[in-house]
T-cell receptor, first 111, second 113 residues
Framework: RKEVEQDPGPFNVPEGATVAFNCTYS??????FFWYRQDCRKEPKLLMS???SGNEDGRFTAQLNRASQYISLLIRDSKLSDSATYLC????????????FGKGTSLLVTP | DVKVTQSSRYLVKRTGEKVFLECVQD?????MFWYRQDPGLGLRLIYF???????EKGDIPEGYSVSREKKERFSLILESASTNQTSMYLC????????????FGEGSWLTVV
């Protein structure tokens, strides 16, 4: 079983739509969770950390469900510029290097 | 802002050549990493380092070596480049500690012909 799994998509949505991605993880000792955004041929960049209580940053909302071992990312009012690949990152422990990456979910927002 | 700089963005090398990829970070991070990213395979860890002169193998270390002589600098070496090492190479760094995430350089696109 893979450590971190994501639906690769692509998710094709019209501008203004709401879209949600899930990411499941297998290691119950996972402690920290993040969503990254990666544009085509660019490096991944931190979008947001995911906190136990859930957190929101503008149009983006991240949730953590420890019982079911998944995190989610909700994007409201999608913009064309949201088109990218979204990577789920799960960190086990606090060593700094026990990081597991999902392969990413591709989002295409169309006019 | 955290800055991770990869000095070579685009390289074309011949099979059998020795290749050096350099990475420098400016945030005094303890940890540094080298990944490669290929379509459909995601990010795969080659090597990481948690301190100067310390290194640990990642998931795919074969054909690679690394060097960390200074805290801010982490080099990836391909001793004898092969065509299957054509890829995008990403350097990254982070602090140790729960909640601390990882920051990537812009990537180095290596083509081996």
């Amino acid at each position: 079983r893979k450590e971190v799994e994501q639906d690769p998509g692509p998710f094709n949505v019209p501008e203004g739509a709401t879209v949600a991605f899930n990411c499941t993880y297998s290691n119950s000792a996972s402690q920290s969770f993040f969503w990254y955004r990666q544009d085509c041929r660019k490096e991944p960049k931190l979008l947001m950390s995911v906190y136990s209580s859930g957190n929101e940053d503008g149009r983006f909302t991240a949730q953590l469900n420890r019982a079911s071992q998944y995190i989610s990312l909700l994007i409201r009012d999608s913009k064309l510029s949201d088109s990218a690949t979204y990577l789920c990152v799960v960190k086990v422990g606090d060593s700094g290097y026990a990081l597991n990456f999902g392969k990413g979910t591709s989002l295409l927002v169309t006019p | 802002d955290v800055k991770v700089t990869q000095s070579s963005r685009y390289l074309v090398k011949r099979t059998g050549e020795k290749v050096f990829l350099e990475c420098v970070q400016d945030m005094d991070h303890e940890n540094m990493f080298w990944y490669r990213q290929d379509p459909g395979l995601g990010l795969r860890l080659i090597y990481f380092s948690y301190d100067v002169k310390m290194k640990e193998k990642g998931d795919i270390p074969e054909g690679y070596s690394v060097s960390r002589e200074k805290k801010e600098r982490f080099s990836l070496i391909l001793e004898s480049a092969s065509t299957n090492q054509t890829s995008m190479y990403l350097c990254a760094s982070s602090w140790t500690g729960t909640g601390n995430t990882i920051y990537f350089g812009e990537g180095s696109w290596l083509t081996v012909v």
